[in-house]
């Protein structure tokens, strides 16, 4: 798919990645940019894209393997595992941390952005710490860690915790201090997200608080790492429509320009990333967009000109590999997908108990929703001879919809439609199943304004729309996702042939 924009060779337009890049972070190697995202329950996970302009980004690749332990991380966990990580650069190394809210704050290193990284080390155990952010003070040889809470799992939000850190990044020298308590600060509610910096004698924490729907950017300062930190609001909707500019992070170029990416929460679509101009006031304190508010157009950074680039979303499968844009829904087992000698995917049918509820099942390799209206298409052959086995093409969220096919009891191919609402436990027909007479099909969901989004199949005789539109759903914190997956009844125990994809594409509608 290409990336669609209105830029010109001087200007760019919001977002700059428009789809589910949630809570960025970012960091500036010599002439080179590298950003991270949180990647939840996926597996790999930790995506790591660069960029030479901060305009055009590429995934280069991923920075975690498998999710820890592998035991929880066997089934699927959509909206655990990997919250908003923090990239950094120091002593010749890539470092990012993460907070994992059921299990506590990790962290994993590299000499290169590619790797190889280290397995995650656990910093500090405990429920319902997040959003961890690491700082090395260059001068004192000091090092700090701030992290934020989840009160789902620890009763308690809204403030923020320090501590003095091992300057190898191993262990933390306390036990923690409250740095910033935000019940404190009238109007101000589920601050989080805290990213920690230095300048100009100062120490910062550039943290969203309000929620990630209607929220705002805040900035702190303290010349204490350990505070009293003083706030202030410097980045909010006011009369534009990107609704809660919420968390991400700061960077410097070469030559002094500084720059902001933060997301946006669009429902279904995810949190998509914006790109705003940043300067220092007056007063001492940044100013964040058009004097606080999130631009939409805006003249790019004075940075060498770039050809146009988007994360890649279109695959052929060569060899039988998929493209670094897929991610599984959970730890994958062996064999789920096959290399051969031609192109296409070919994904064996794992069998499962839960076959009937996409939403359980780990074999389901996904990538993001595109966040403008697009037609996915991809090839599909069911080879395998098991009843019941089928294979799709998806829409997964809190609810889900998919089309595909289904070998039969009596041999025979069907092509099927079926969904299940948010709250229903299993799927069921959106549409009467047809003859697919050679087993194949050219399936097609094309999403429209609002990810409304139109099934359509092709067993030989042209595109036919099935069912009803479905209006693709997120789950609490993931953006909807499109899936590919094959599948069949039983216990999870073993195979049953497989099902090939061909020809995976994504174009604008």
Same mark, same amino acid.
């Given at each position: ?16 990645l428009n789809a589910d890049w949630s809570d960025p972070d970012v960091v500036?190697? *010599? @002439?080179? #940019? #590298? +950003?991270t995202a949180s990647s939840f329950g996926r597996v790999p996970g930790l995506?790591? +894209? ?8 590429? +995934?280069?690749?991923?920075? +975690? ?7 929880? $991380? ?19 190394? $890539?470092?990012? $941390? ?32 997040? @959003? /961890?952010?690491?700082? =090395? ?5 000091? /090092?700090?860690?701030?992290?934020? =809470?989840?009160?789902s799992r620890s009763g308690v939000k809204n403030r923020l915790t320090g ?5 190898? *990044?191993?262990?933390? %020298?306390?036990? *923690? ?13 589920? %601050? ?19 929620? &990630? ?15 009293? #930190? ?29 720059? $902001? ?6 429902? /279904? ?10 300067? =220092? ?13 999130? &631009? ?18 279109? @695959? ?33 049918? &794992? ?41 799709? %093409? ?43 007479? !050679? ?6 969901? !094309?999403?429209?304004? *609002? ?29 909807? %996702? ?28």
């Amino acid at each position: 798919m290409t990336h669609e924009t209105h830029e010109t060779a001087e200007t760019y337009t919001n977002p700059v990645l428009n789809a589910d890049w949630s809570d960025p972070d970012v960091v500036r190697v *010599g @002439d080179d #940019y #590298y +950003l991270t995202a949180s990647s939840f329950g996926r597996v790999p996970g930790l995506p790591l +894209l660069h960029s030479r302009d901060l305009v055009n980004w590429t +995934l280069v690749g991923h920075a +975690l393997d498998r999710l820890e332990p592998a035991a929880v $991380f066997d089934e699927p966990r959509h909206d655990c595992g990997v919250w908003a990580p923090s990239l950094r650069h120091h002593d010749d190394r $890539f470092w990012i $941390f993460w907070g994992d809210p059921d299990q506590g704050i990790f962290q994993i290193n590299a000499p290169e952005i590619r790797g190889p990284w280290t397995k995650p080390h656990l910093l500090k155990e405990g429920k319902g710490l997040i @959003d /961890a952010c690491p700082l =090395w003070d260059e001068e004192t040889g000091e /090092a700090y860690l701030v992290h934020a =809470w989840a009160k789902s799992r620890s009763g308690v939000k809204n403030r923020l915790t320090g501590h003095r850190m091992h300057p190898d *990044g191993t262990s933390l %020298l306390d036990d *923690g201090k409250l740095i910033v308590d935000a019940d404190r600060i009238p109007g101000w509610f589920t %601050l989080e997200g805290p990213k920690l910096y230095q300048h100009d004698g100062w120490f910062w924490i550039l943290a969203p608080a309000g929620g &990630v729907e209607t929220g705002w950017q805040g900035a702190f300062r303290s010349r204490e790492f350990f505070g009293p #930190y003083e706030e202030k609001v410097v980045l909010e909707q006011k009369d534009t429509d990107v609704n809660g500019p919420h968390q991400g992070g700061w960077v410097r170029t070469r030559s002094g320009e500084d720059w $902001f990416l933060h997301f946006q929460q669009r429902g /279904a679509y995810g949190r998509v990333v914006h790109l705003q101009p940043m300067r =220092w006031g007056t007063d001492g304190w940044p100013v964040l967009g058009d004097e606080g508010a999130p &631009v939409a157009v805006h003249r790019k950074p004075d940075l060498p000109p770039q050809p146009p680039a988007a994360p890649a979303t279109d @695959d052929d499968f060569p060899g039988g590999r998929h493209g670094r844009q897929w991610q599984w829904t959970a730890n994958p087992g062996d064999g789920w997908a096959t290399q051969h000698s031609g192109d296409g995917l070919r994904l064996t049918c &794992v069998r499962s108990a839960d076959t009937h509820d996409l939403r359980k099942l780990p074999s389901v390799l996904t990538q993001r929703l595109p966040g403008i209206p697009s037609a996915v298409e991809v090839g599909l052959r069911l080879d395998s001879e098991e009843p019941g086995a089928r294979a799709g %093409l998806a829409v997964l969220g809190d609810a889900f919809g998919w089309i595909g096919l289904q070998r039969g009891t009596d041999g025979t191919v069907h092509l099927v439609h079926r969904f299940a609402e948010a709250v229903a436990e299993h799927e069921r027909d959106a549409e009467h199943a047809r003859p697919a007479p !050679e087993g194949r099909a050219t399936l097609r969901i !094309e999403i429209g304004a *609002g990810a409304r989004c139109r099934f359509l199949a092709d067993t030989g005789d042209g595109f036919r729309p099935s069912g009803q539109v479905f209006a693709a759903t997120p789950w609490r914190w993931v953006g909807a %996702l499109l899936g590919l997956f094959a599948a069949a009844p039983g216990d999870g125990q073993g195979h049953a042939g497989a099902a090939t994809f061909t020809q995976f594409r994504i174009s604008a509608l």
